[in-house]
């Protein structure tokens, strides 16, 4: 029973994995920012932003050959969707490169992040007992 658990969740977790190779802000974008990314040794020229659910094609752009990273040794290509603005979860496509993890297009994208880094605060305090709130 154990194994079956185990099996599915690594099946359904590579249902939901995207490609480590597509590299956006997995945190998201504010909607009218600068929205780009970085994909590593592609041959592809053109990507597309797809809405995560229904994976319809939503903007489509070209890559930018970006050179070679010296930290990395990666071959890198850039895009640029800044123009794309509508708020919701997408995923970045390549051809060659399958989808990126998703991310999200939103007014409140940093709103988690800033709660959590302030409520480390909150635990970091010293020679004080901490109220479990």
Request: with cysteine.
């Amino acid at each position: 029973m154990c194994h079956r658990i185990l099996l599915s969740l690594l099946f359904c977790s590579s249902l939901i994995a995207g490609s480590d190779d597509i590299r956006p802000n997995q945190l998201g974008y504010y909607a009218q920012s600068v929205k780009r990314f970085v994909v590593v040794d592609s041959g592809s020229m053109e990507f597309v932003v797809k809405d995560a659910q229904g994976r319809t094609v939503r903007y489509q752009g070209s890559l930018i050959d970006a050179g070679t990273w010296a930290g990395s040794g990666e071959r890198v290509k850039t895009g640029d969707f800044s123009r794309f603005s509508e708020p919701g979860q997408y995923v970045i496509s390549v051809a060659d490169k399958g989808d990126s993890h998703p991310f999200r297009i939103s007014a409140q994208v940093y709103d988690d992040v800033l709660i959590a880094a302030v409520k480390t605060y909150y635990y970091q305090r010293a020679s004080m007992a901490l109220d479990e709130k």
